[in-house]
Every structure is written in C-alpha cells, then in structure tokens.
C-alpha cells in the first residue's frame, strides 16, 4: 500500500518524526560489519535532516535527499551554522545523486513503505554503493502496534525481508 501524501505540507504544518537516540546510532554502527568504512553516507528521505545531521556529526561525510522541498528548507536552516562541503541537502528523489557517487552507508529512515517501485528504488541505491557498502532501513511494520492506526505508513516484514534478500548477498534484521 502506497499512500499519496502531500510531504511538503506534513513539514508546513511542523510535523516531523522521531529521531534516533544517539544509543540506537551507536548499536546501528556496531552492527556494521566488522572493519566497514562509514566515511561517506547517504540519507534518502532525510526529511528534515535529524538523522542527516547526526552522522555528520560522527564523522561521515553526508547527503541529505528528500523531494519535499519545505522539508530541504527546514534541514538547511537547521543546519545554517555548519559551513562544510561535508554536509549537503538536495530536494530531489534518489534522481538527484548522479551517477557517480558511491557511498559507504545508504540510510533510508521511514521512507520504504512509501516508495512504489521498491525493486528499482533498490537497484539504483545499490548503483550508489561500493561492495563493501551497507544499506540500512528502518521502517515500522505491519502488525506492530503503529500499523493498527497508520498501516500507510508501515512495510509487510516477510515481503520487505524478500525484497531486500533479492539484492543484497548478506540481509540482518533488528
Ligand atoms: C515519514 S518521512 C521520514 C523522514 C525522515 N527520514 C525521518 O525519519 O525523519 C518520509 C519521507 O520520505 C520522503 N519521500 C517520499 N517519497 C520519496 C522518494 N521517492 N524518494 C525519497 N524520499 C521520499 C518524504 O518526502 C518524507 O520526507
């Protein structure tokens, strides 16, 4: 289920989503695998650039990518005192990286479940990493308590788990 939600005017009207708490950063860091570089990284959906901002400030070098433009805004802004090359937003979908860059980590926080062709979004993130990269998602998933109110909003576990196996040789669930 893939719903039609205005994103620009969620951020408008201040919504915004729950942050990660520098500890689930951390455990998400140790799970990488052992020796994997997470020197450049990738935000698809960053929103408003909570989890953006946060890896810059471990260290990774980061793009920020959203297409609701008021969303950018709000990164930019939030982000006015950083002037580093290190940390960039565009307002665009995965389009907007060109095809070169590569990076060691792809994040993409709440935004699977809203994404309509998953395989091909999954095969263009998979153009933007090296083989040593990792790809990490976090999303809420159907039956949890969040999927009795806004299934919208949540990915089927097993069929997610499916899609993921299809292009990834190595797939770990937390
Ligand atoms: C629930 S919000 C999550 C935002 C952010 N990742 C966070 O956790 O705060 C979902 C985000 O996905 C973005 N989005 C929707 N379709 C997208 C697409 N095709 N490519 C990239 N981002 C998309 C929306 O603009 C929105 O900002």
């Not at 890896?55 to 950018?72: E, Y």
């Amino acid at each position: 289920m893939v719903s039609d939600i205005n994103w620009s005017s969620v951020y408008e009207n201040g919504g915004d989503f729950r942050v990660l708490t520098p500890s689930e950063l951390t455990d998400i860091f140790q799970h990488l695998p052992k020796g994997s570089l997470a020197r450049s990284a990738l935000d698809i959906g960053c929103g408003t650039g909570q989890l953006t901002r946060d890896l810059w400030f471990r260290g990774c070098s980061v793009k920020g990518v959203d297409p609701a433009l008021k969303a950018i805004e709000i990164a930019q802004d939030a982000s006015s005192r950083i002037s580093d090359d290190s940390l960039v937003y565009v307002a665009s979908d995965i389009s907007g990286v060109t095809s070169t860059e590569r990076y060691d980590l792809i994040f993409c926080k709440l935004v699977f479940a809203f994404i309509e062709d998953k395989e091909n979004f999954l095969d263009t993130l998979k153009s933007h990493m090296y083989p040593h990269s990792s790809f990490i998602m976090i999303s809420p998933v159907l039956g949890s308590k969040i999927s009795k109110t806004k299934p919208f909003i949540c990915v089927d576990h097993d069929l997610a788990l499916e899609q993921l196996k299809k292009k990834f040789d190595v797939v770990y669930t937390y």
